[in-house]
């Protein structure tokens, strides 16, 4: 976990470097090129400028030589800061003159058809020996002669200018950018460090340490918001697992009972010396048991699939009424046996998209815990109706002695019986209430007790 | 157990049980013995292999937790090298996933562990007569006799007046007379009830008190009975 913080702090560093490394190529890449050209511009502009002071100087000797004049300085040795290359050709290409700082070497080689036509050529060029130049070209008139005047300066100064610019950043760059990189490391282990903290809290919290929580500070930023959702998932996590918890107690407890009685009636029918049909009586009263503990593992088995999350719902749209009346006929034989009568009321028309199967059983388990509890004679109400937002509403009533109100809330908690005595005799685990609920809100649905003194209970589900 | 290579077998319908859990491999064995079939034992997925190819049985019992090659591979294979044989397969795992994939390998139908014997011979005889149901149109216990296509029931002089429910549960207790059958049958079969947690058993037990009423009410000699533990049966005598 924190390897993988600090991997994170890491990346973002390089990141950070990376970007800025480019973005300063970039800047200073487009700035060099700008400059450059910049001053190639100028270095034409000089050039241009001094063709045109250059054409004034040529003369023709009576020999026929041309010559330039270069006596118009004032002081001599101004003559030798001008470092102009100059070279005029006939349009045909014979060299008519080179000036004493070009000597002997050729510039710009032959001339090409247009060259100083109508204006300037410019163009760069390499000296025989190999100086980069800047050359600038005029086709001009002298006594009747074309001459083809080339005039140029050495790009040398600007290209180890460049050259030194270049080589003072690359000793630069590597220098801001580590020191970037180590402002960014720091930051990003500042900004990172209260996950890290999270991160060694959240070591700590094991399933039996799960009452602890991440640190938080009460703000409103991003970590803040994590801490707190982080903290909401693990106060759910312990209530579940807490639930767990109480669910395999009680589940021990459960199983226990009837594995008790297997025990008790098999080691002291073994110690009778009975006939056949005590036997028989023995073994079957132990196979009773047996049947008990299956049905509860059956039951078992359904709620821990249930709580996996792995019981899937077929919903198809099924008529209420008709659904309640199968699981009331289901019943008929006890509520005839106990004489009850039940009432079924409401919209026949109402119905709802569910699980079938499902919803069956939770309206059978409701109504076999209302024919538990009826006394002899009573009434046993089924209403279904259309309730807000398209939800279908199913009560059942019946009139037995209700559930007192300390007990309501958790009628349907797993196990939970309200008269712990009896459930041998009505055979229940107390499960088919939770079951019940279970099936209910698994289809979104909600399912409700009320059960005021004396008026026996209702179980109110809103479905859909 | 038989064990050496040619057992001698007490019925013509031979079963081969395969099943590691002795107990439960001996219970099988004398239940199913009891029932006049022949019955041999194999303890691991590779000896019940091995004795398919080798004899020619009626029905295969297949334990799915074996030892080494579990009851899946064992009947895959059998499917695969064409063997016919009827397959019960048992299972303690209900999750439908098990159920169906037991299907499609080939199980002719199986049965959840714990499950009720009376059910387990039941299934047997169902897959051993696969094919031709005998149905009666008029069924016959001591004076009792119920005509089903006149949806009749009378006991001596008496005509008994069934609900239908009722009627449909004495000619399932008719079709196995003398057998036990269980909750679990007559909740499947009678009540079609395929979920085990309803509470259907409370339904079954009122609805036999009410049959018996009818039946045995005003009769001294009883039909109806109470296997306690186990379920019901429709015979003569009571045998406890």
Redesign the interface.
Known sequence: MRLHVRHLRTRLTLWYVAMLAALLILAWGSTCALLFFQLRNQLDRFAIEEIETVEGLFFFTPEGHLEMREDYHNHPQSKDVIDRFVEVRSPEGAVLFRNQRLGARSLGGVPFASEGVGGYSERSAHLSDGTRVRLVSRLHSLDGRRLLIRLAHSEEPLYSGMEDWLAASLLVLPLVLAAAGLAGYALARRALSPIERMARRAQEITPEKLHARLPDDGADDELGQLARVFNDTLARLEQAFDQLRRFTSDASHELRTPLAMIRSVGEVGLQKDGGRAEYRDIVGSMLEEVNRLTSLIDNLLTISRADSGYIQLHRTVVPVMALAREAAGLLEVLMEEKSLRLVLEGDGQAQVAVDRLFLRQALVNILHNAVKYSPPGETISVRVRNGDAGQVIVEIQDNGPGIPLEDQARVFDRFYRVDKARWRESGGAGLGLSIAKWAVEAHGGSIRLESPPNHGCTFRLALG | MPTGPFPSYKGSVHILVVEDEQKMAKALQEGLEADDYSVRLAHTGEEGFYLIQAQSFDLVILDVMLPGHDGFEILATLRRRNVQTPVLLLTSR??IEDRVRGLDTGADDYLVK?FAFPELLARTRVLLRRGKPDVSQRLKLADLEMDVPQRSVVRGPHQIDLTA?EFDLLEYLFANKGRVVS?EMLARDI?K???????????ID??I??LRRKLDGQFDRKLLHT????GFVLREEDE?
């Open positions: 209900d999750a714990p429910r909750r009540w009830e395929t979920a085990r947690q309803t509470p259907i058993d409370n339904v009122a609805q008190v009410r296997v306690r533990g186990v406890s």
